[in-house]
């Protein structure tokens, strides 16, 4: 399985909005609705953000939002605050081969707030 | 609310089998909803799935195709803990090994703190 595709990096002032892209294929990302972001601060554990393209789970603040749109899913941050500068990462369930299911993370975004 | 508390070695040897422990509190590694996974974060690989297992009236375990030839992932009912057995090891193996949890289909909404692995004679 090859990773899914985001972009290095990305930016945005206080107050601003962000989106960052996770790009995949039909076998992944386009072909099921379990997509997933995590947060990772450094030298922490991942934390989940985002889950089945777009479910916040219980404390994570409304700022985070998922979305997706054929093969590429999007984590869009608004109203960026100083704490969000971060790593961020996607994931996606990946189907099967021989009966084995199989799941793919992205290769991670380093978010810097200016 | 769900901890998971992860063990074992440091450091490993090339061609031994680097073997990690992962106690679960707050759930159960036999529920029939979650699944429990092993995730490992590397500079030059990122992070990389592993593999899992969960339990839907049986046991299942699903592994990544990188490694599935030389991975082992088992429950221990009996201490509420599951456990990676990763054979042959080699310095590209050196990462931080994650153990993880949740919904099945919710993504990983538990990590352990993680334990830094590294192969080296």
């Known amino acids: 399985q090859s990773a899914l595709t985001q972009p290095p990096s990305a930016s945005g002032s206080p107050g601003q909005s962000v989106t960052i892209s996770c790009t995949g294929t039909s076998s992944d990302v386009g072909g099921y609705n379990r997509v997933s972001w995590y947060q990772q601060h450094p030298d922490k554990a991942p934390k989940l953000i985002i889950s089945e393209v777009s479910k916040r789970p219980s404390g994570v603040p409304d700022r985070f939002s998922g979305s997706k749109s054929g093969n590429t899913a999007s984590l869009t941050v608004s109203g960026l605050q100083a704490e969000d500068e971060a790593d961020y990462y996607c994931a996606s369930y990946a189907g099967t081969d021989a009966g084995n299911h199989n799941l793919v993370f992205g290769g991670g975004t380093k978010l810097t707030v200016l | ?121």
Do not use: H
Not at chain 2, 17 to 23: D, K, M
């Open chain 2, 1 to 121: 609310q769900v901890q998971l508390q992860q063990s074992g070695p440091g450091l490993v040897k090339p061609s031994q089998t680097l073997s990690l422990t992962c106690a679960i509190s707050g759930d159960s590694v036999s529920s029939n909803s979650a699944a429990w996974n092993w995730i490992r974060q590397s500079p030059s690989r990122g992070l990389e799935w592993l593999g899992r297992t969960y339990y839907r009236s049986k046991w299942y375990n699903d592994y990544a195709v990188s490694v599935r030839s030389r991975v082992t992932i088992n429950p221990d009912t009996s201490k509420n803990q599951f456990s990676l057995q990763l054979n042959s090891v080699t310095p590209e193996d050196t990462a931080v090994y994650y153990c993880a949890g949740g919904l099945m289909t919710m993504g990983f909404g538990y990590w352990g703190q993680g334990t830094l692995v590294t192969v080296s004679s």
